[in-house]
């Protein structure tokens, strides 16, 4: 026999029913947040080249990762044969491109020469940032780089410190074209100030090693009073700084640049190089990927990030604030 149900017990019932109803709203909008944190992004990171023998690179890459392990994003890593292959870093970005990931951040080995190729990115819409280097259009959602006219003006005034009226300067540089190649060399010669003018030289490498060896031999050939050499990028530091010390003129002709690779440190030790501005790599890397997925995310987020630069010498190189600039956490060491 039924119970006659009374306006009492409908109206707990109705309660009751408001209840569980909201718990399953709760639920389902917090099981719904859990699977937007976990949605993994494909992002694909395109440095100008994939040198293990360079410190600037292999340190990059080694934030960019941890970046990826820290955000979640499932992180590709493709890359030509050199920093001037701009036909191999085309073809990496169309590669790129067809695998339809959801941000590619791309080190341009070229201002110009790059920009359809990214203009193509943007088309496809995915998120484009870029590290490191710039291109002559701004279609990038982000970049992440040093600042390196300012980097470059501060190399240049720690160099005019060094120099007389009599003094000749040469500059060895790395890719002709390249966003940092420019910047560098305009704060490089506006550091240099009243010296500007004693620049007898400014010569490309193509970030190769034995070239910038060359170079500077010949340079200092060419040029006997030469007094200070300045490189614009680790290969082209390192090779300039190998052949002042090959050729015996260690303190005679000083050495400055950008970077800090082991053998860099090294040789700012020895007292081949006098100073060298190093940048932040690993933060570069880690910052891109955090960047992009910040994007992805839609997240407010800072679009031009200076990953930041200081200059080093043998004086303060033993700082523990520098050695930890100097050592990053990478594999090198």
């Not at 050199?82 to 590669?95: A, M, N, P």
Request: glycine share 10%; with cysteine; aromatic share 8%.
């Amino acid at each position: 026999m039924m119970k006659k149900l009374t306006g009492k017990t409908l109206v707990t019932g109705m309660f009751l029913c408001c209840i569980l109803t909201a718990l399953f709203l709760i639920i389902f909008n917090l099981l719904s947040m859990q699977s937007q944190d976990q949605k993994v992004y494909k992002v694909i990171l395109i440095p100008k080249t994939i040198d293990e023998k360079n410190g600037f690179w292999t340190s990059l890459i080694a934030g960019a990762e941890l970046g990826a392990e820290e955000f979640k994003a499932d992180i590709e890593i493709v890359g030509g044969k050199s920093e001037t292959d701009v036909e191999g870093q085309i073809r990496c970005i169309q590669e790129g491109i067809e695998k339809q990931p959801d941000a590619i951040l791309v080190s341009p080995c070229s201002y110009s020469e790059m920009s359809e190729a990214l203009q193509k990115v943007v088309d496809h819409g995915i998120k484009l940032v870029l590290i490191d280097s710039v291109i002559d259009r701004d279609i990038a959602q982000g970049i992440v780089a040093t600042d390196n006219y300012l980097a470059g003006r501060e190399l240049g005034e720690f160099t005019r410190g060094m120099v007389t009226d009599q003094s000749q300067i040469g500059i060895v540089a790395h890719v002709k074209g390249s966003s940092t190649a420019i910047e560098r060399e305009n704060g490089m010669r506006e550091g240099l100030g009243e010296y500007e003018n004693q620049i007898m030289d400014v010569v490309f490498c193509g970030s190769s090693y034995d070239r910038a060896y060359k170079l500077t031999v010949d340079m200092l050939e060419k040029y006997p009073k030469m007094a200070v050499i300045m490189g614009t990028n680790e290969y082209s530091a390192v090779g300039a700084a190998r052949a002042v010390k090959d050729l015996g003129l260690k303190g005679k002709v000083k050495v400055v640049g950008f970077d800090n690779s082991i053998e860099e440190i090294q040789l700012l030790e020895e007292g081949v190089f006098q100073g060298i501005i190093i940048q932040k790599p690993f933060n570069m890397g880690y910052l891109g990927v955090e960047q992009a997925v910040h994007i992805l995310d839609g997240k407010k987020y800072e679009k031009n990030v200076d990953s930041g630069c200081k200059m080093i010498t043998k004086e303060n190189m033993y700082e523990e604030e520098n050695q930890r600039l100097l050592y990053p956490f990478t594999g090198q060491q």
